[in-house]
């Protein structure tokens, strides 16, 4: 099965090596193309770790050259957006380790007051309110799920029961989303911005955050709706004890620096720093010595490089995509595509096709970083050939791709939860089903009139 899985990638990118290169197609285009291929086929099939899959890409792309030359190739490791992460993995490590994270869940949860409902809802909220002190969505999973565990514990709510079921179907299913609402909410976000251009944290939250709340707001209520006969319960739940203990001066530290990282990152209107600097600014005190609230052995240990790895790479392999041509050949392909279906006079019909494709893509790419690198170019490319504002079009994939999960494997920062609350595959794909309806809907419906009045029209 190993060999057998090894062998797909390899032969897919021998097959796009080999074939008649398709008009309009560069040679330089078509082995970059084929790289990605077995980068994506890879990731499809996780026979290697994805940082690994990031780096053999690499590799290939100067040995059978993709690229010009291995400049070009790590042209991820030199952008801001990588360096970005590390400052903000670095803090949500800090507000986790000090056990500030922990605490203000459990005040959410105290805050519901016992009541089933209420306490759904307040989860809900506080994927949102978590993400501004915690923005790594797989660090909020790992401290609620065994908070919402203990919950359902005092309550004696069984695993087959639908409170149960719902509550950690929507924290897998939809945790992640308040996280791509901010800049510095983790994978999602960082890759995409560095593929779209510079955003500013405020352009981005301002951009982003409408469609990724209300999806998860439309989400919730529809997993609240499907499982509501299980939150009918007799009594009100006993929160006493839960949490608790005075505040150590770790936690006082961990919050000063998140909440001046932030203000940093909500004013950089008026001092104009790019984003990855108030974030290497907070890994710095962070770290510094009996200032901070990591060790340097810490930060090496358990940062998490593979993120790391993984977002360059990707970036670098979309850059060869754009600046081989292999993406403006892909795009005009389906450019032509739209064409023929006479969907190129309605811009909002184009974007719809975009929709499906990227849908349809997010089901065969499990890697988020991979499915991102592959289709903004595409998207953007596609927009710009149209006549459409191909930022919106390259957000529109964003705002499909992060809105859903059609299986486990797809989300390394829910695969745990979904293990733990025994949610099988078929539950979770029926769910990533809607939830593309959900987020096509709201995206033609909302996002893209909202984008117009906020400075990105589909049609410039």
Same mark, same amino acid.
């Given at each position: 099965?190993?060999? $057998? ?49 990031? $780096? ?60 089933? =409902? ?21 660090? =909020? ?38 996280? !791509? ?6 994978? @999602? ?42 939150? =009918? ?10 949490? /608790? ?21 909500? @004013? ?75 969907? /190129? ?5 184009? *974007? ?29 490319? @596609? ?20 809105? *859903? ?19 099988? !595959? ?9 939830? @593309?309806? *959900? ?22």
């Amino acid at each position: 099965m190993l060999a $057998l899985k090894l062998a797909i990638p390899v032969v897919l990118m021998a097959a796009i090596l080999l074939a008649p290169a398709p008009p309009g197609l560069t040679a330089q285009g078509q082995r970059a193309l084929a790289v990605m291929g077995l980068a994506v086929a890879l990731w499809l099939t996780e026979v290697i770790p994805a940082a690994v899959t990031g $780096l053999v890409g690499i590799v290939l792309l100067v040995v059978l050259g993709g690229v010009p030359d291995l400049g070009v190739a790590l042209h991820g490791f030199s952008q801001p957006v990588t360096y970005f992460l590390i400052g903000i993995l670095t803090l949500g490590m800090a507000v986790h380790r000090s056990g500030l994270a922990e605490r203000l869940a459990v005040l959410l949860i105290r805050g519901a007051r016992g009541n089933p =409902r209420a306490l759904y809802f307040q989860m809900l909220f506080s994927f949102a309110a978590l993400t501004f002190a915690l923005p790594s969505a797989s660090t =909020r999973g790992a401290i609620m799920v065994h908070i919402y565990e203990e919950v359902m514990a005092r309550w004696r709510v069984p695993k087959e029961s639908p409170m149960y079921r719902g509550i950690f179907l929507a924290m897998a299913s939809l945790n992640r989303l308040g996280s !791509t609402a901010l800049l510095a909410g983790g994978i @999602t976000p960082v890759v995409a911005s560095g593929l779209l251009g510079d955003f500013s944290w405020t352009q981005w939250f301002l951009l982003m955050s409408v469609p990724f709340y209300t999806n998860l707001l439309a989400g919730g209520v529809l997993v609240y709706l499907y499982h509501r006969a299980g939150f =009918r319960l007799a009594d009100t739940l006993d929160l006493s004890g839960l949490g /608790g203990g005075p505040i150590k001066p770790v936690e006082v530290r961990a919050g000063l620096i998140a909440l001046g990282t932030a203000l940093l990152w909500f @004013t950089d209107f008026a001092h104009g720093l790019p984003p990855a600097v108030p974030a290497l600014i907070a890994l710095v005190i962070i770290l510094l010595p009996g200032v901070g609230v990591l060790s340097f052995r810490d930060f090496e240990r358990d940062l998490g490089w593979s993120n790391y790895l993984v977002i360059a790479t990707s970036l670098s392999l979309a850059h060869a995509l754009v600046s081989s041509g292999a993406a403006a050949w892909f795009s005009g392909a389906l450019v032509a595509g739209i064409q023929d279906l006479n969907l /190129g006079s309605s811009p909002m019909l184009v *974007v719809l096709a975009l929709g499906l494709m990227a849908a349809v893509v997010r089901l065969a790419v499990p890697n988020i970083a991979g499915y991102l690198a592959l289709v903004i170019p595409i998207a953007m490319s @596609t927009g710009q050939a149209l006549g459409l504002n191909p930022v919106a079009c390259g957000l529109a994939v964003v705002v499909v791709g992060d809105s *859903v999960i059609y299986y486990p494997a797809q989300s390394t920062a829910s695969v745990f939860i979904y293990q733990r609350a025994g949610l099988q !595959t078929p539950v979770v794909f029926a769910f990533g089903l809607v939830m @593309t309806v *959900v987020a096509l809907a709201v995206l033609l419906g909302l996002t893209i009139p909202y984008w117009s009045l906020v400075g990105q029209p589909l049609s410039p």
